[in-house]
Nanobody, 116 residues
């Protein structure tokens, strides 16, 4: 049974930083991609950052230059370093692991609120 547990969310002022973590437990048979998505109230879930095939990294245009995705395979952990946060970054952030392009595991989400 694969489980993903996110942590690190919270309330931060505009311009501040947060680091999200996602710890995976349980074995997976392969790893196609891992990443972070977010969903703001009234909006669809959207991709924030993703690592595909262990090397290719993609970011949403809205977070380029501010967010950095990284991984620690020894700790089975994915990170999302978020700097220069803006109110529009407010959302629930979800960790995603895809063993194949058509199969996903999701975490329960962690709330990030950017407000003064």
């Amino acid at each position: 049974q694969v489980q993903l547990v996110e942590s690190g969310g919270g309330l931060v002022q505009p311009g501040g930083s947060l680091r999200l973590s996602c710890v995976r437990s349980g074995s997976i048979f392969s790893l196609y991609a891992m990443g972070w998505y977010r969903q703001a109230p009234g909006k669809q879930r959207e991709l924030v950052a993703r690592i595909i095939g262990g090397r290719l990294t993609t970011y949403a245009d809205s977070v380029k230059g501010r967010f950095t995705i990284s991984r620690d395979d020894i700790k089975n952990t994915i990170y999302l370093q978020m700097n220069k946060l803006k109110p529009e970054d407010t959302a629930v952030y979800y960790c995603n692991v895809s063993p194949t392009p058509t199969y996903d595991y999701w975490g329960q989400g962690t709330q990030v609120t950017v407000s003064s």
